[in-house]
């Protein structure tokens, strides 16, 4: 295997691409992105690169902060500020900032698949991460194979999505949800030169109302909206549906984003509303339009001790973390897709599989439709 490395946007990086897709993946924490969907006509480029990606005084920050990009896998998911028990990781763990090893790019047939691995450090064991194309699809399909490791674990997918410019350009809708809450803790404080706006801890059955510390309520359906401000919320996933999704459709550039999931194994989607809210470096203000499409089993971003013991959310019977089993492999599926839709298409409602052959069709608020190819038995396999 001859496979050179290439710096993109300030990180040696692998490349994959189908005629559709194209994605870079990074040596350093194995963020994916890049990627680039519709490559042979419009190259539509969704996900969000930290503003200071190729600055050169960055020696100082965390890795995942150097490489911040696309999505990446976090476990344990979280700021890890607290140890648990002996272990104290990273933010977001080893998998976000480490160096991976490149097994092999490959295609066979209509598949070509990125094969990366990682030896974890701080609770030993391993994580392969295969990012796949199918010929003839606009989506990634993301496997990670947790092997080795023993004891319980808050992990996940950290998609970041740059929002264009326009007030509220994207309209993000979800699968059913059995709860809504704010982070019980403000995401920033003024003391620390960061700001946020959500009542901490409030409760919500909509995403279009959602308390503030104004005594109003905001629509986080329609983003970019509160610039200045720094923003944490989680929906618990619905596990009697057979996939759950999240999708953010751009009416302006007549494309939505969409990701599905399975609930029973990744249970909830934190929202990361990032609007310019923090003021210390490397964010400086500037990191602004970008919202975090994270889909999780976790207690909110706090981390493994916060998840592992008794919280709020367990409370209610919704599990913030897995058991690992070292003889057992856990397999984490995600699918990240994109598809161009229609003037008129406003949001997606609904995103169902289609009986006969490999696609889904998302359907929108205004009545209109669009289908696609998509492998969603992904999702199951292992």
């Known amino acids: 295997m001859n496979i050179s490395k290439q710096t993109v946007l300030g990180q040696p990086s692998w490349q994959a691409a189908s005629s559709e897709v194209e994605f870079f993946i990074t040596e350093m924490g194995g963020h994916l992105g890049p990627a680039t969907f519709f490559r042979r006509r419009r190259r539509w480029q969704p996900f969000a690169v930290a503003p200071w990606a190729e600055e050169g005084n960055l020696a100082e920050q965390p890795s995942i902060l150097r490489a911040l990009r696309g999505d990446f896998f976090c476990m344990p998911f979280g700021g890890n500020a607290t140890p648990h028990r002996r272990e104290r990781h990273p933010i977001h763990g080893d998998t976000a900032n480490e160096p991976w090893a490149l097994e092999a790019i490959e295609t066979q047939g209509e598949r070509t698949v990125a094969h990366l691995c990682l030896e974890t450090r701080v609770r030993a064991g391993r994580v392969d991460k295969q990012i796949a194309l199918v010929r003839g699809h606009n989506a990634l399909y993301c496997r990670h194979v947790i092997s080795g490791m023993t004891g319980p674990m808050c992990l996940g997918h950290h998609a970041m999505l740059r929002f264009p410019e326009p007030a509220e350009s994207g309209r993000l809708s979800t699968s059913r949800f059995v709860l809504g809450q704010v982070a019980p803790l403000p995401t920033e404080q003024p003391e620390q030169r ?71 194994v990744l249970r909830q989607t934190v929202f990361w509303l990032s ?33 592992v013991q008794p919280n709020p959310i367990s409370a209610r019977g919704f599990p913030t973390c897995v058991t690992l089993e070292a003889q057992r492999p856990l397999t984490v599926n995600y699918i990240m897709g994109a598809a161009e839709v229609s003037d008129g298409f406003d949001r997606v409602v609904a995103i169902e599989p289609v009986r006969e052959g490999n696609a889904v069709t998302l359907r929108s608020g205004s009545g209109r439709s669009k289908t696609v190819p998509l492998d969603v038995g992904f999702l199951a396999g292992s």
């Open 275 to 307: 609007n310019g809210g923090r003021h210390y470096p490397p964010w400086n203000g500037r990191h602004v339009n970008v919202m975090g499409l994270e889909e999780v089993t976790a207690y909110f971003h706090y981390g493994l001790a916060e998840s």
């Open 194 to 264: 960061g700001y946020s706006l959500l009542v901490p801890g409030a409760e919500f059955d909509s995403l279009k109302r959602v308390p503030t510390v104004t005594g109003q309520t905001t629509d986080l359906s329609r983003y970019p909206a509160r610039r200045g401000y720094e923003d944490i919320a989680m929906i618990v996933s619905d596990v009697e549906v057979p996939f759950a999704w999240t999708a953010v459709t751009f009416p302006g550039e007549g494309c939505v984003w969409f990701a599905l999931k399975d609930p029973r």
